[in-house]
């Protein structure tokens, strides 16, 4: 849970969840065939009627394009609407404040694995996003400066691409871990070792 931004009290209830993303049930558009004209420039109207309903049918089928892009985007940040107890003040997640961990990962496996670090507070928030991973070669040590906010939970999931083993919470947060999490409390360093 986050600090409100205005009294930095931790007395905060969601007030409206994910409401400005969440999914729509959406139709692709369409348009009706038009009526043929007929009389002595039919033969003129009818493919001008034609040629209008597919220019905007085109443009139609690029708009709701873009908006499905649109969509997708804004569903790799959701994010909470929150409403302090205490002074009434009502934020988002991009409002409260932030801290960094810079969060130490040591792959002692022999194994090359992949690594996502996910918040428990906001759904689907992954580091480093994107549909991207990070790598860990055997014997490699690395250090991710992860920016959340401040109260969010933050598990690290580690996984062999080729086999079913894995870390932490495992690929896409899957699995449960104990002693795999950090509580963002402030600007803080945290540190996991990788053992076969």
């Known amino acids: 849970m986050p600090t409100c931004p205005s009294c930095s009290s931790g007395n905060c209830i969601v007030r409206i969840s994910d409401s400005h993303i969440r999914?729509?049930?959406?139709?692709?558009?369409?348009?009706?065939?038009p009526h043929t004209t007929h009389g002595s420039s039919g033969d003129i109207i009818t493919p001008l009627i034609v040629l209008g309903a597919v220019v905007v049918g085109g443009i139609s089928l690029y708009l709701w394009n873009e908006h499905k892009k649109k969509q997708e985007e804004s569903q790799?940040?959701?994010?909470?609407?929150?409403?302090?107890?205490?002074?009434?003040?009502?934020?988002?997640?991009?409002?409260?404040?932030?801290?960094?961990?810079?969060?130490?990962?040591?792959n002692n496996s022999s194994q090359k694995l992949h690594l996502e670090f996910y918040s428990q507070d906001r759904r689907r928030y992954v580091w480093p996003g994107d549909n991207k991973v990070y790598v860990l070669e055997s014997g490699s040590i690395h250090t991710y400066s992860l920016r959340g906010?401040?109260?969010?939970?933050?598990?690290?999931?580690?996984?062999?691409?080729?086999?079913?083993?894995?870390?932490?919470c495992g690929k896409n947060n899957k699995h449960g871990c104990?002693?795999?999490?950090?509580?963002?409390?402030?600007d803080m360093n945290g540190e996991h070792n990788l053992i076969d």
Do not use: M
């Open 23 to 33: 999914p729509h049930q959406h139709h692709h558009p369409h348009y009706h065939r």
């Open 76 to 106: 790799k940040f959701h994010y909470k609407n929150w409403k302090c107890l205490d002074c009434k003040h009502e934020f988002s997640d991009w409002d409260a404040e932030k801290v960094t961990i810079d969060w130490k990962i040591k």
């Open 178 to 186: 104990t002693g795999c999490c950090y509580t963002l409390n402030s």
């Open 149 to 168: 906010l401040k109260e969010e939970k933050v598990c690290y999931g580690a996984w062999n691409p080729g086999t079913s083993g894995y870390w932490g």
